[in-house]
């Protein structure tokens, strides 16, 4: 799972800085971006937050963040034919 690497490009997409981003989730700038760096795990009133803060529903940031090492190994084809359309589709309604 990535997900600090995709809240960091969502964040990046509407134009806010760590400063600004932390700030709106009431956490500090370093703590935003160990969460990016993927280095710390924030949890989960703090991934709400930043979801909110994001305009993305938290179990769509967690779809984005997932990789084909977090699918079980016989499901793997399937998340990959049905991945990049439905990431496709979410970049759409999300404007991400």
Do not use: H, W
Not at 33 to 40: A, C
Not at 71 to 95: C, H, T, Y
Request: charged share 25%; glycine share 4%; hydrophobic share 40%.
């Amino acid at each position: 799972m990535d997900l600090g690497n995709i809240i960091k490009n969502i964040r990046k997409q509407k134009g806010l800085t760590q400063n600004e981003f932390a700030s709106l989730c009431g956490i500090t700038q370093t703590y935003l971006s160990q969460i990016e760096s993927n280095s710390k795990e924030p949890n989960l009133s703090t991934l709400r937050e930043i979801s909110d803060n994001l305009k993305i529903p938290l179990p769509i940031l967690f779809f984005l963040s997932m990789t084909e090492d977090d699918v079980q190994p016989s499901k793997r084809k399937a998340f990959e034919i049905v991945s990049p359309s439905v990431k496709s589709l979410v970049n759409e309604f999300f404007a991400v």
